[in-house]
C-alpha cells in the first residue's frame, strides 16, 4: 500500500488592506499606522514560514476592512473546513474567497447560513474538543451548526459552549491551543479540559499573551510578555515572541491572522 508523504502545515493568511484603519474594535483616539500593520503582517508571516509552515497569501480585500484577521472565516478540522459566517455584517463578504483557498487545498466544505452566527476567533479546538464563545458575535445556531459539523467528521467529537463576558470579543482572547495536548488560558478562565490535558497559565497581567499560534513544539507568542516566555519555554515549548501592537489596535490577536491546515 502506498503512504501520501505527510505535507507540512500551511497557514492561510491576508495581508491588510488599506482599509485596515477602518476595522473595527479599535477605541476612540487610536490610529493605526498602516505600514508599520504592514510590517508587522509580514514579520508575523516570515516567522511562520521560518517554522517550516507553507504560506497561502491571498490578496487584500480593501472592501473588508477586517479581512486580515482570516482565523474568524472558517473552523478547520482534519481535512474538513467550516467556512462561518461571521457576526458583524461588514466582514461576511471575507469568507467566500476564504473558502475557495480551502477547498483549493484539497479540504472539504461545509458552509454556514443564516440565521447562524459564528468567528472563528471564538472556537478552541483541543483535539476532538471544541470549546466555543457564547458572544457578540457568536449565536446559539452557529455553535448548532459547529456542533453538527464536528459531528459530521467525527461522532466522537464534543461541543462546550461558555459565556462570554461583554467585554472580550472572543473566547481565543483569553485562551489557544498547544497542538491537540495543551491550552494556554489566562489565570481563573473556567475550562473543563478533558484528563490528560496541561494547562499552562498565564498572569492577568499578560492577559494578551494567551492568544498564541502552535506549531509543534514552536510557539509565536505576543513579544514583551516575559512571564509567560518563561512558562511556555518551562513547559518545553520554544517561545517565539512576535510583536503585532498595531494589529491588537483592532483587537486582533495571533491566531486571527492566519488559519492553519494540517491535514
Ligand atoms: C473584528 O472586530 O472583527 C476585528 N477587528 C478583530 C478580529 C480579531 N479576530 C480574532 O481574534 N480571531
Not at 475550562?191 to 509565536?220: C, H, K, M, S, Y
Not at 518545553?236 to 498595531?246: I, Q
Given at each position: 500500500?502506498?503512504?501520501?508523504?505527510?505535507?507540512?502545515?500551511?497557514?492561510?493568511?491576508?495581508?491588510?488592506?488599506?482599509?485596515?484603519?477602518?476595522?473595527?474594535?479599535?477605541?476612540?483616539?487610536?490610529?493605526?499606522?498602516?505600514?508599520?500593520?504592514?510590517?508587522?503582517?509580514?514579520?508575523?508571516?516570515?516567522?511562520?514560514?521560518?517554522?517550516?509552515?507553507?504560506?497561502?497569501?491571498?490578496?487584500?480585500?480593501?472592501?473588508?476592512?477586517?479581512?486580515?484577521?482570516?482565523?474568524?472565516?472558517?473552523?478547520?478540522?482534519?481535512?474538513?473546513?467550516?467556512?462561518?459566517?461571521?457576526?458583524?455584517?461588514?466582514?461576511?463578504?471575507?469568507?467566500?474567497?476564504?473558502?475557495?483557498?480551502?477547498?483549493?487545498?484539497?479540504?472539504?466544505?461545509?458552509?454556514?447560513?443564516?440565521?447562524?452566527?459564528?468567528?472563528?476567533?471564538?472556537?478552541?479546538?483541543v483535539?476532538?474538543?471544541?470549546?466555543?464563545?457564547?458572544?457578540?458575535?457568536?449565536?446559539?445556531?452557529?455553535?448548532?451548526?459547529?456542533?453538527?459539523?464536528?459531528?459530521?467528521?467525527?461522532?466522537?467529537?464534543?461541543?462546550?459552549?461558555?459565556?462570554?463576558?461583554?467585554?472580550?470579543?472572543?473566547?481565543?482572547?483569553?485562551t489557544s491551543p498547544l497542538g491537540d495536548d495543551a491550552v494556554l488560558a489566562?489565570?481563573?478562565?473556567?475550562?473543563?479540559?478533558?484528563?490528560?490535558l496541561t494547562r499552562i497559565?498565564?498572569?492577568?497581567?499578560?492577559?494578551?499573551?494567551?492568544?498564541a499560534v502552535a506549531i509543534g513544539r514552536q510557539v509565536?507568542v505576543?513579544?514583551?510578555?516575559?512571564?509567560?516566555?518563561?512558562?511556555l519555554?518551562?513547559a518545553g515549548y520554544?517561545?517565539?515572541?512576535?510583536?503585532?501592537?498595531?494589529?491588537?489596535?483592532?483587537?486582533?490577536?495571533?491566531?486571527?491572522?492566519?488559519?492553519?491546515?494540517?491535514?
Amino acid at each position: 500500500m502506498q503512504h501520501r508523504a505527510a505535507l507540512p502545515p500551511r497557514a492561510i493568511v491576508r495581508a491588510p488592506s488599506p482599509s485596515l484603519v477602518h476595522a473595527l474594535g479599535q477605541e476612540d483616539g487610536v490610529v493605526i499606522d498602516l505600514e508599520r500593520a504592514r510590517a508587522q503582517h509580514a514579520a508575523y508571516v516570515a516567522a511562520l514560514a521560518a517554522l517550516g509552515v507553507e504560506i497561502v497569501a491571498l490578496p487584500p480585500l480593501d472592501a473588508h476592512p477586517d479581512a486580515c484577521f482570516v482565523e474568524d472565516t472558517a473552523v478547520i478540522f482534519g481535512a474538513h473546513a467550516l467556512v462561518t459566517r461571521p457576526g458583524a455584517p461588514s466582514r461576511q463578504g471575507e469568507a467566500a474567497s476564504v473558502g475557495d483557498a480551502l477547498a483549493a487545498l484539497g479540504l472539504a466544505l461545509t458552509v454556514m447560513h443564516a440565521p447562524a452566527t459564528l468567528d472563528g476567533g471564538d472556537v478552541m479546538r483541543v483535539g476532538k474538543r471544541f470549546f466555543v464563545g457564547r458572544s457578540a458575535r457568536t449565536n446559539d445556531a452557529g455553535i448548532e451548526a459547529l456542533a453538527a459539523f464536528a459531528r459530521s467528521v467525527d461522532r466522537d467529537a464534543s461541543v462546550v459552549a461558555l459565556d462570554m463576558p461583554a467585554d472580550l470579543l472572543h473566547l481565543k482572547c483569553d485562551t489557544s491551543p498547544l497542538g491537540d495536548d495543551a491550552v494556554l488560558a489566562v489565570e481563573g478562565l473556567p475550562l473543563d479540559l478533558p484528563p490528560g490535558l496541561t494547562r499552562i497559565d498565564v498572569p492577568r497581567t499578560e492577559r494578551f499573551a494567551a492568544n498564541a499560534v502552535a506549531i509543534g513544539r514552536q510557539v509565536l507568542v505576543a513579544a514583551h510578555h516575559p512571564e509567560t516566555h518563561a512558562r511556555l519555554a518551562a513547559a518545553g515549548y520554544e517561545p517565539h515572541p512576535v510583536d503585532t501592537s498595531e494589529l491588537r489596535k483592532a483587537a486582533g490577536a495571533l491566531t486571527c491572522l492566519s488559519l492553519l491546515v494540517t491535514a
